[in-house]
């Protein structure tokens, strides 16, 4: 949305010299009106400075045309207070000055606003009345959020690019624009004169990823795609301008020397198309009003599936002789209009803070919200991330925050109103405990979330059953996540070590459960029991711990007792353990509540110890080499393969790296060959894979690695 774009068509004329004042208006009420609209004149023109020149919005696009609004109504009212500097009188922001001032050919003039098709509807009548016409055809456009830009060809050679500015006299920022790859340099054609105005806007994905890496490098985000692609236009170094990935749509054409001008609107778009530059497919010829009301309902619905940000629709009267004919007011012209949809943008009160705790012990702050209606929801709570990006935008509970609504339909804070802020509002702090179970929090160093390492978590016990009793680990199968539901909800397993204190009786009294299913289940938890140790360990959930990690920490250390009693510097002896898991394998066996769990796992039975070492080779192919599987190899599963090589001394891996020796590929063998080729490692096929083999079979009965 660019601001001065005025939702109501028939107040924004702006009031003639001399008209008579609204009847009944007395001195008293003429003094309070000329008080109030000074003060509205004064704040329109603070946020215009932020939004255009600042880049830095305070306020919702709704709440800044509400100010306008109310301007205009009280210059309606009161003719003679409407002044020459007065907002309602003036097309866009002032431009900035550190860039060469040009002044447009003809005015570029905002839109009057229409947001409901009653509205829509008002507008129509009055351009027919205007054009003395029963009917007239229309083109409706996607209405782009990004920044408006004149474009001028000289003999088809990119001469000068303009931004809007004052409407009258704008930017000129070619060296920038000479960057945007969807504008050309030179037209196909080499048309004496042409200029073009258009939306250079900002796509979704890329604008997405440039604040990712700006709030990585500690830098502040940006609002909106729109006030991206206005920094980037005002960017004075050309360099970093490329780096911006801009993208422009025509929708106008202005002028055109050495061939008559297109009858319509339409034709000139596909003109524009034909010289090389880029037009919306979105827009279309509409017959009459149902059509265009049909088309902005449809865009209305499918605007979050555009690669771009739209506000709304632009509906133009499609003859170009019929546009002079409706003409212009002092600020807009008569014969198009913008359909805007809801607003995306709102500000709102902060009542709370609360810290809601994930599936796998992230804590996360989450405001609650001063209920505000926004783009058809009705926003309550917002999720602030973690406690850098809290400490970052500095969210304080009592503070007044802009919200927004993106594509991705998730709102968030985009910033705090600083200048409302109320005084001794205290910093927010993340809590030490564990709301949900009030064990101790840790924020490994380096990271920006703090979590809660207590696998027995309420927050987290769904999560932390399922991955215990999961292929791999404890392979309890039966005991899905329908099942867990039911058995953390009724009570009857509050921490894991509790799935080995279930009996036939209870589990057949649970939904879809009968005798037959119990005993299964049973069987498979008692099964369960004499698992190897290191998918015991696996099973643990330790953060960083893999399958591969757990078995070389199963080969280091005998007992869990000896793996919770390891230092930091004794875990990092084990083959690819880094100090990064060293440091979470530590803050796992320190937490109380995982030291009970273990407690609960011995009482139980549970494999707690190495009972032996698989036998290897310490010669052959694969003895001290560090192997990857990668594909399909016929005759053989990947499990069976894995055992193959541990039993040949192999050390296994899941990825390639520099210290890889061997690639072992079968068919479908995905981007690790690739790498593989690229880092030089040897790569062994499957024919001569099953020919080091020697035929041989994997031992029968051997647990699966």
């Known amino acids: 949305m660019k601001r001065g774009e005025q939702a109501e068509a028939a107040s924004s004329r702006p009031a003639k010299a001399g008209a008579p004042e609204a009847a009944g208006g007395d001195a008293a009420s003429r003094q309070e009106a000329a008080r109030r609209a000074e003060d ?32 205009r109504a009280i210059e309606a009212r009161f003719p003679s207070l409407t002044t020459p500097d007065s907002p309602t009188q003036r097309v866009g922001g002032e431009p900035r000055g550190d860039l060469p001032p040009a002044r447009h ?29 029963e009917s007239v055809p229309l083109v409706a456009e996607l209405k782009i959020d990004g920044v408006s830009l004149s474009l001028i060809y000289e003999v088809g050679t990119l001469l000068r690019a303009v931004t809007r500015g004052d409407g009258v006299v704008g930017e000129e920022v070619t060296p920038n624009v000479r960057t945007i790859p969807s504008v050309p340099l030179k037209l196909l054609e080499p048309v004496p004169l042409l200029e073009a ?24 985000a940006f609002a909106n795609p729109r006030n991206a692609a206005a920094g980037a236009l005002r960017l004075l170094d050309p360099r970093l301008a490329a780096q911006r990935p801009l993208s422009l749509y025509v929708w ?116 609650i919200l001063e209920p505000v209606l926004l783009a058809g929801t009705t926003i309550t709570r917002c999720t602030l991330h973690n406690d850098e990006e809290v400490r970052r935008k500095d969210v304080r ?55 809660c390492l207590n696998v027995s978590c309420p927050a987290r016990l769904k999560e932390s059953i399922l991955h215990f009793a999961g ?65 015991v360990i696996f099973a643990l959930g330790i953060r960083f711990v893999g399958e591969r990690t757990a078995e070389l ?48 796992l011995e009482e139980a039975g549970v494999t707690l110890e190495r009972t032996g070492r698989p036998e290897t080779k310490d010669s052959g192919p694969w003895a001290g080499k560090s192997c990857v599987v990668t594909g399909t190899i016929e005759g053989l599963t990947r499990d069976e393969i894995r055992r193959i090589l541990k039993r040949g001394g192999a050390r296994l891996s899941q990825s390639i790296s520099k210290k890889t020796d061997i690639l072992i590929c079968g068919s479908d063998p995905g981007s690790k060959l690739e790498r593989a080729r690229a880092l030089g490692v040897r790569v062994i096929e499957a024919d001569e894979f099953l020919k080091l083999l020697g035929g041989a079979a994997p031992p029968q009965g051997e647990t699966t690695a």
């Open 553 to 600: 920490l199963a080969e280091a250390f005998p007992s869990i007792r000896a793996l919770a009693a390891a230092g930091q510097e004794d875990l990092m002896k084990v083959h690819e353990v880094g100090e990064r898991v060293a440091s979470s394998i530590r803050q796992f066996f320190e937490q109380p509540e995982n030291q009970s769990l273990l407690r609960g």
């Open 397 to 451: 509970v009592g503070d007044r925050v802009l919200i927004e609504k993106g594509g991705d339909v998730i709102p968030k804070i985009v910033k705090v109103i600083l200048d409302g802020r109320p005084a001794g509002l205290a910093p927010f702090e993340m809590p030490r405990t564990c709301p949900a179970c009030g064990a101790a929090v840790v924020r490994p160093e380096g990271e920006a979330i703090t979590r």
């Open 252 to 367: 106008s054409l202005v002028r055109v020397e050495g061939e008559a001008m297109p009858e319509t609107h339409a034709q000139a778009l596909g003109r524009l198309r034909d010289l090389g530059l880029r037009a919306n497919p979105a827009t279309r010829a509409c017959r009459d009003l149902p059509e265009v009301e049909r088309f902005c309902r449809e865009w209305q619905e499918k605007r979050d599936t555009l690669a771009y940000e739209v506000d709304g629709c632009v509906i133009k009267v499609d003859s170009l002789d019929l546009q002079k004919q409706a003409g212009f007011t002092a600020r807009a012209p008569r014969w198009a209009c913008a359909y805007k949809f809801p607003p995306r943008q709102a500000t709102t009160l902060v009542r709370d803070i609360v810290i809601q705790v994930g599936r796998t012990g992230a804590l996360t702050p989450v405001a």
């Open 105 to 133: 050919s003809e005015p570029m003039l905002s839109l009057d606003n229409v947001s409901s098709e009653e509205e829509l509807r008002e507008w129509h009548a009055r351009l027919l009345k205007v054009l003395d016409r």
């Open 197 to 220: 105005r258009g939306e250079v806007y900002y796509p979704l994905r890329a604008f997405g990823e440039m604040n990712r890496q700006r709030e990585e490098a500690g830098e502040p």
């Open 471 to 535: 292929r791999g680990a404890m392979d309890i199968e039966g005991l899905g996540e329908a099942l867990v539901d039911q058995l953390i909800a009724r009570g009857i397993v509050r921490e894991i070590a509790g799935i080995y204190r279930l009996d036939r009786e209870t589990l057949a009294g649970l939904d879809r459960m009968g005798e037959k299913s119990a005993g299964n289940l049973v069987e498979q938890i008692e099964r369960s029991r004499s698992v190897p140790f290191e998918r």
């Open 40 to 71: 509205l004149r004064r704040e329109i023109w603070r946020h215009r400075k932020l939004y255009f020149v600042d880049d830095d919005p305070a306020i919702s696009d709704s709440e800044y045309d509400a100010l306008e609004k109310e301007l």
